[in-house]
Structures are given as C-alpha cells and as structure tokens.
C-alpha cells in the first residue's frame, strides 16, 4: 500500500492553502506535483513529510494514518529530501550522508551503514566530493549529498514493507545530466517497492518520469491523471498561463513533448518573437 | 579494487565481523586514515594539558607544593605513604584551599564549555553561548539583587542561610530567566528556536536594565561586591559550596549519554530531524535543562565568566570537525584545562592581588575569537 490523501485541507493563519486534495501512490510509481509559484505544492509535501497540520482529511502511508505513526517507525521507511539544506557546521559531506541511517542506528554504525552510504554517494556520484567538508560544496553538490544521504535512509526493504520518497524541487540546482541521474534514481527506487512524490516545475521531465501528474493550482486539484492525458495546451495555458505546442516525443510517442513559446496572451507569442 | 573486495566481504560475513574492524577498514581510505589515531592524539593531548593545568593550580602560588609532594599529601589521605617530604602548612593549603579552587574550576570550565557545544548545536549557530540565553544574566540580576537588597530580605532571620543565600539567588534567578524564555519561544507546541534567542536578547536587556537600577542603589561596599561578581572568580570556592554547586553540575552529564549522535542529527534543521525520527522537542527540552542546570549552578558560585563557551567549540570544530560524539567530551576536557589556566594567570599576574578571571578569560578570548572569525572567510 502506498501513500494516499483523501480531501486534506491545510489552512495557515487565515489562508487555506490546500483545500480537497485528494490522491493516492502506490508503491512502484513516481508521482510529479506541478503547478505555479503558490499553488500549494511544497505545502502539500510538507502536509504528507508531517511538518503541516491538515486541519480535514486523511493522509495515509500504506493504509495507516500519518498521527498513528510512531517517529521512528515512520523514519524507518518514509524519507524526505528538504528544500534547503544549509548546514554551518565542519561535517564532511559522507558524514551528512550517514545521518541518513540514523533511524537504523541502535547505538553506533555497523559496516552496514557504511556501506549504504557509499553506495548511495556512488548513485548521486558524489563520492569523488565526499571527503570534503560540507559547507564547501556548490549549491548543487549539496543537493546530491542531500539527497545520497535520503536515500541511504530507506535503502533496504524493511521486513517487506512499502517505502516512501518525499523529494521537494530535486532537481531545482542541478545541472541537466543530474536533473536526470535524480529522476532516474527516483524511478528505480519506485521499482524497489517505493511509492515516489515529487515536486517539479519542468513538465518535460515530469512527462518523462512520472507515472501521474498532480497539478494543483490555487490549492486545490486541477488534473491528476497520467502524463499524455494531462498535458495538452488548454491546461498548460489554464494552470500555467502560458501557450505551448505539445507534440509527440520524437523517441517514445507515448510521451508528450511540450515546447512553451510564451505568455498566454502576451507579447511574444509566435515562436519568432525573438526575430 | 580494494573496495569491491570489501564490499564483497561484508555481504559474505558481514554480522559476525565487529563493526570497529570494518570500520578502521573501509573507512580508512575514504574518511583520511589519521582520523582514528588523531582521535586518541586529540583526547591525549587534551587529557595531558587538563593535567598539567591540575598540578600548576594546585602547586602554583605563595605556597608551593610540588608534583611529588601533592601525590604524597593526596596519598596520606589514603593512608598510603610516599618518602616525599612535606609541610605541615603545604597540606593544609592544599586542602583548603587549592582542591577546592581547582575543582570548582575543572567543574565550572567543562560546565561552560559543554553549555557552548550544546547550545551552538541546538540554534545550528556557531555563536551561540551560555549568556545569548540571558541565563548568566538572569543569575547575575538575582545575585546583584541579594547583595544590594540582602539586608531587608528575611535572612536576618536565618543566619545559617547567609553562606547559601548569593549562591541561591543566582541558581534561581538562572533557572527563572531560562524558563521565561523558554515558556516564550514555545508556540503551539513547538520550540522555535530563533524566538528563544530574541527572547533571549530582550531578556538580557531587562536584567542588564534591573542590574543597572540595583548599582544605582548600592553602596560602596556592595558596589565592590557586585563589580566582582560580574566579572567572576574562583575565589569562593570552597568545599561547601562544592557540595551545593557540585552536585547540580554534576548530575546533568548523565544527560549527555546518547545524546551526541542525535545533537548531529539536529544540526541539518528542525524537520530534518523529525524525519530521521528524533523526538525535537524533547531533545531540545533536554539539551535547555542540561544547560540551564550546569550553567546555573556554575555561575552561582562563580560569577559571570564569558568566552570560555564560545570559543572551546569553536576551536575544537576547527581540529575534530562537528561530529557531537568528540566534540562534547573534548569540549569538557579543553574547557576545564582553560578555565584553570585563566585562573592561575588571574592569581600570578597581580599577585598577592587577584584580578577577576572574567578579565583575563575576556582579555585572551576576545582577540583569539576575532582572530578565528578573520581566518574562517578562508573556509574550513
């Protein structure tokens, strides 16, 4: 059983910035969340990461609702990849990493847990930075290290258990041979029995590597559907409000392939505006 | 090469190999070899510079006893006897005086310099300090307070009180301003941390506003009084308050146990944390409580004393890196070592006079830290 939401409403002060969001994951698939600045994305995943109250509705993580969650229960198959990761302190980027096996720690890290780690740096290659301090790395080393010390956090199946990933704007920094090394690593954790969230902004790749597009606009729910049933140039134009050209994917026609050319309604609006 | 062979071996035998082997192992090439035998070289030297700052307190001054004679008189005690030979006046010295002097600063330093470690961990800042709480201040107001209004207060009534009552004072006055700011940056459950530190600021001003209107009320004796106080000194100590001080300061190190790895778990952010399954809440309730009890009793005995707690961990960071594991242990260690080397500085430099150690500590630590900030735009 993977992750579902059922008509979760999060209200902050006096804004509702989710209202009746309801879907569901299952373990093996990879769900994108898009939408514009404000739409209630990161608020979503910080309802599902526990971090946001819902105030109405359920969230649910294989069948079980999130309060009934002990901690360290949770940690143990559930991980979240942060927006920000500062970090002032002198830890060598592996040392972050192995913070990722803490849930698993009784009282120190066995060869086990180095192990992961390695193998996890390997898999964001970081591992030719991970002796470096920390606070020394570029924006985007940072994010890999991040991300090789979530994933070392849910490595192994726990007793046959569903897993879960919860990654907020992954890809945001990196450079594009990364931004697909991170959703490629996204989709095969999927395939080890992990049900995926993520929040993106670049359709593209959510086309390439989601199996269901969220869109949410205003806090609530747009579309969700699979990738070739939601992209189309109504609703890139409704949510997003911009025209594009969506096309079949020149390599698998099963993908959309969008190609944006400026602000709906704007100035710019044919593809030669630049000339 | 050596890798895979490795990897190779764990996935065959990996339980029954102890995990310290593998360690030394696999992490020797990744993580610089030297790290294990600089661990033992760090604890090493530190443990010898903490001895040798133990035997020039105790030996060092107007009387002096050497090495050989402080294991004689310390073994007599014992009832074993060493051939060195001794005064009469050396032993009472060493007992009255310079244990008791020596220990309430081993206490009163690692006190400081854990509170510091702990306290920059918990606001994931590298400034943090004792006194950025308002609870050196908290207990400075308090104390002021007893020496300037003491005479109206009740104690008239229970002389036996007047020893305990400055003390006292300022343990409670510690205790209220932590758990006022505390209570303050607590918001619906949660410990917000950068509230606790405006709290904190705007707590200080108040003592430092209260402390200011009691000098205004004070007369000269007590103006000496307070001006000693403020800038701290080892010059009470004495068994009794050992036995009060001691205890308080003592008791919270039991707190410290597994509490290192999780410190390192906070670091990387409030829901970070709570994602790799630390209770938050209740472990910054446990590292506010630790502090406030240790810093509380020490600074009750002692007075305010500054930058031992800002600069051991950052000095330590610089040669162990941030890992809670060494850097809390290592931190007592340098910050008891440091704190007795001020002391024995605050009592030869003006001697037969004593300057107040807050003095000296501020003196030596001010610039040291500035030097320390310009060098770390370098980065780490």
């Known amino acids: 059983m993977g992750i579902e939401a059922r008509e979760i409403r999060v209200k902050i002060g006096k804004r509702i910035l989710l209202d009746d969001v ?36 359920e969230i649910l993580f294989g069948g079980k609702e999130l309060s009934r969650w002990k901690t360290d229960d949770l940690a143990k198959v559930r991980a979240v990849l942060p927006q920000n990761f500062d970090l002032d302190f002198p830890f060598k980027a592996r040392e972050v990493a192995l913070l990722g096996r803490t849930p698993h720690i009784r009282f120190s890290e066995n060869a086990r847990d180095f192990r992961i780690v390695e193998e996890s740096l390997k898999k964001v290659e970081a591992e030719e930075f991970a002796g470096r301090f920390y606070p020394t790395l570029s924006g985007g080393e940072r994010q890999r290290v991040q991300l090789a010390r979530v994933l070392a956090q849910i490595w192994e199946s726990q007793n046959g258990h569903s897993r ?112 | 090469m050596r890798e895979a062979a490795l990897i190779e071996k764990t996935e065959k035998g990996s339980e029954s190999l102890k995990a310290s082997d593998y360690k030394i192992q696999e ?71 310079r244990l008791p002097r020596v220990l309430l600063g081993i206490l009163v330093g690692a006190g400081l310099a854990l509170a510091g470690t702990l306290l920059q961990g918990l606001f994931r800042n590298p400034l943090a300090e004792p006194s950025l709480l308002g609870i050196s201040s908290g207990a400075a107001l308090f104390a002021v307070g007893m020496i300037v209004l003491g005479d109206f207060i009740t104690f008239a009534a229970f002389p036996d009180l007047r020893l305990f009552a400055l003390p006292l004072a300022a343990f409670v006055g510690g205790m209220t301003t932590i758990f006022l700011v505390y209570r303050i940056g607590k918001r619906r459950g949660c410990v917000d941390t950068s509230t606790i530190l ?168 001010a610039p040291f830290f500035l030097w320390l900030l310009l060098r770390k735009n370098n980065g780490y």
């Open chain 1, 22 to 57: 309801s879907f569901s994951v299952n373990p093996g698939e990879v769900l994108a969340v898009l939408g514009p600045n404000g739409a209630g994305k990161s608020t979503l995943l910080n309802a599902l990461a526990g971090t946001v109250k819902t105030i109405r509705g």
């Open chain 1, 164 to 275: 879960y990933l919860l990654l907020d704007e992954p890809i945001s920094g990196l450079d594009p041979a990364h931004q697909h090394l991170t959703l490629q690593t996204a989709r095969e954790f999927a395939g080890r029995e992990t049900a995926v969230v993520a929040v993106l902004h670049d359709m593209n790749l959510a086309a390439q590597y989601a199996d269901k597009i969220l869109i949410l606009k205003n806090g609530k729910r747009f579309i969700c559907d699979r990738p070739k049933n939601v992209f189309n140039s109504r609703v890139i134009r409704e949510v997003f409000g911009i025209d594009a050209y969506v096309t079949k994917h020149a390599a698998d026609y099963e993908l959309p392939l969008i190609v944006p050319f400026g602000r709906a309604g704007g100035e710019g609006k044919t593809l030669g505006a630049k000339v």
């Open chain 2, 27 to 97: 992490w020797r090439g990744l993580f610089p070899g030297w790290i294990f035998s600089q661990k033992t070289l760090v604890f090493g030297g530190l443990g010898l510079f903490l001895g040798a700052m133990i035997l020039i307190g105790i030996g060092n001054g107007p009387v002096e006893i050497s090495p050989g004679q402080i294991l004689a008189i310390v073994a007599r005690k014992l009832d074993i006897s060493i051939p060195v030979e001794y005064a009469r006046q050396q032993e009472s010295v060493l007992w009255a005086i």
């Open chain 2, 198 to 365: 405006l709290a904190g600021i705007a707590v200080n001003a108040l003592a430092g506003a209260g402390i200011g209107f009691l000098t205004f009320l004070a007369d000269d004796t007590q103006l000496r009084n307070i001006a000693f106080w403020s800038l701290g000194s080892l010059g009470n100590a004495a068994w009794q308050n050992l036995a009060v001080a001691g205890p308080l300061m003592i008791l919270p190190l039991f707190g410290l146990k597994n509490l290192s790895r999780r410190m390192n778990v906070l670091l990387l952010g409030d829901s970070e944390a709570a994602h790799l399954g630390i209770e938050v809440n209740r472990l910054k309730r446990r590292i506010i409580i630790i502090v406030a009890l240790t810093v509380g009793a020490g600074v009750s005995v002692t007075g305010i004393i500054g930058f031992v707690g800002l600069l051991v961990p950052h000095l330590l960071r610089l040669t162990v890196g941030a890992d809670h594991r060494i850097l809390l242990p290592a931190s007592a260690l340098l910050g008891a070592g440091l704190l007795l080397g001020a002391d024995w500085l605050s009592r030869t430099i003006v001697a037969p006079a004593e300057l107040p150690i807050g003095v000296v500590t501020a003196f030596i630590g």
